[in-house]
């Protein structure tokens, strides 16, 4: 295995984040390389590490956002899973707190499956801390991420869940691992 760290990015990493990278890439079981994308729209950024994963032979991307911090093991737990797409638990920044877990779409369908040691099949997971094998970009369309808006402009799809539908209408499923402790900074922690 060898693992991209891709951390899309509008040109600043938290310190915290830094100090939960390093203390992660420590314990990491297998060779990484650590990505950055700066620029204005996220899901370019997100775009471009994917294809600076590809170009680098890695097997795996671990998407971990300029903003979140999270315990040094969480990435072993997502590996140790053996899924295509999993992510960890962790809410938006806003109050009142919200998971970026999605049980259902914004048509309604409803995916939510629990699995014994805090494992779920999901509709969709945040990209801020999601572990995703690279196999999985040869068989979804290009946008791998996009904004979606709906007929009001209001978004409805935000590029992770994007994403998320798009592997899941290829036949993947969406896992995440609710004992991974992560969590989202801004103005407090998330």
């Given at each position: ?11 600043t ?6 100090h939960s990278l ?9 060779e990484?390389n ?5 620029g204005?729209?996220?899901?370019s ?6 294809k600076?994963a ?17 315990e040094?093991k ?8 053996n899924k295509?797409?999993?992510g ?7 109050l ?17 499956v629990?699995h ?11 990209m ?8 999985v970009f040869d ?9 979606e808006p ?5 978004i409805?799809?935000?590029e992770?869940?994007?994403f998320c539908?798009?592997a899941?209408?290829?036949g993947?499923k969406?896992w ?8 989202h900074?801004?103005d407090?922690?998330?």
């Open positions: 295995m060898k693992i991209a760290i891709g951390m899309p990015t509008y040109g990493i938290r310190t915290n984040t830094v390093l203390k992660m890439v420590k314990k990491l079981p297998c990484y650590l990505l950055t994308q700066t204005s729209y996220i899901q950024n997100r775009e471009e590490i994917v600076m590809k170009k680098l032979d890695c097997t795996h991307l671990l998407f971990v956002d300029h903003d979140m911090i999270f040094s969480a990435v072993e737990k997502l590996i140790n899973h295509d797409i999993i960890a638990d962790y809410n938006l920044r806003k009142p707190l919200e998971s970026t877990i999605k049980r259902a779409d914004p048509n309604g369908a409803e995916i939510w629990e014994p040691n805090g494992l779920v099949e999901c509709c969709a997971v945040g801020g801390f999601t572990l995703i094998n690279l196999l068989h979804i369309p290009h946008p791998w991420f996009f904004l709906d007929k009001d402009g209001s409805k799809y935000g992770d869940m994007w539908r798009k899941r209408e290829a993947y969406i995440c691992d609710l004992t991974a402790k992560v969590q900074m801004g407090y922690t998330y």
